[in-house]
Structure formats: C-alpha cells, structure tokens
C-alpha cells in the first residue's frame, strides 16, 4: 500500500514546493513589482508544467496509462487544493484575498498547465514509441515471430 501511495503524495510535494519557492521569492524579493510578480507565477506554471511531463514520460514507460493517470490525477488534486487554500498563507493573505476571478484564474491555469504538461510529456513518449503500450506490442510481435511457422499438412 505504501509503494503505491509514496510517489503520489512526494509528486503532490514537490508540486506545492514549486508553488512555495515562488511565492517566497515573489514575497522577498519582488514584493512592489506586478508584473515580475506575473511572470514569476507564468514561470511556476511552466515549471510545474514540465515537472507532470517528465513524471508522465517516466511513468508511462513503466506501467499503462490507466494505472499512472489516476496517480497523477489524484496528485495534481492534492497540489491545487494545497497551492490555492494553503499557499496564499504564506504571503500573509487568504484565498479570496484578490477576489474570487483571482481564484478561479489560479484554479484554472493550474488545471491547464498541468494538463498540459502530462499530455505533452506523454505525447512525447508515444512519438518515440517507449511507451508501455508499444513495448508491449513490440515484445508479442517478437515472440510470434520467433516461434516457427506450423505446417498444416493434408
């Protein structure tokens, strides 16, 4: 049970400290300028972005999708929830502080970019054909075409 949940709540982890290094550096060190403010956050969602693509293209690799999708989804659930209820605290602020737009606006360019991201890295590892699947597929065509052809005699 725990090697199933493990990877799951370190993604959702790491997910949320890219959140929280971003709103400390937007805290500290860019704390009068809004658009540096703006492009640190575009810059989190990017990252956050690329951080889903390489666990989709790790992860699809290994195991189908069905069974990674749902890991990352839940992941991802718990990193937003996380990011938009718990993070405005840490820049001395509440979840609605900005308005609600504000917090929809978070919730749904969240939602993009991760998005996003798990679709391309594993767009990705299907172009090159090391997903689980085509593995799969590679390895049966190899097996029957190692085996010899059955003569079928009359």
């Known amino acids: 049970m725990r090697q ?3 990877p799951v ?6 997910l949320f400290a890219v959140n929280v290094v971003a709103r400390l550096v937007s805290r500290f060190a860019l704390d009068a300028d809004a658009a540096m ?3 640190l956050s ?3 969602f990017l990252v956050i972005g690329v951080v889903l693509g390489a666990v989709a293209f790790v992860w699809g690799q290994r195991r189908p999708v069905e069974r990674w999708g749902g890991d990352v989804a839940l992941a991802i659930l718990v990193a937003l929830a996380l990011t938009v209820f718990v993070g405005p605290f ?3 602020d509440h979840p609605f502080s900005n308005g609600a737009g504000a ?3 978070q919730v749904w360019l969240y939602a993009g970019f991760s998005a996003a991201g798990v679709f391309l ?3 990705v590892l299907i172009a090159l ?3 689980h699947r085509s593995q799969s597929l590679k390895r049966y065509a190899e097996t029957k075409l190692s085996k010899p052809r059955r003569v079928v005699r009359r």
Not at 9 to 14: D, H, I, R, Y
Request: proline letters at 0%; hydrophobic letters at 50%.
């Open 4 to 6: 199933r949940w493990l």
């Open 9 to 14: 709540g370190v993604l959702a982890g790491v």
């Open 37 to 39: 403010q703006d492009r």
């Open 42 to 44: 575009l810059a989190m």
């Open 90 to 92: 840490l820049n001395g």
């Open 103 to 105: 917090f929809f606006s």
């Open 121 to 123: 890295g594993y767009l």
């Open 129 to 131: 054909g090391w997903d």
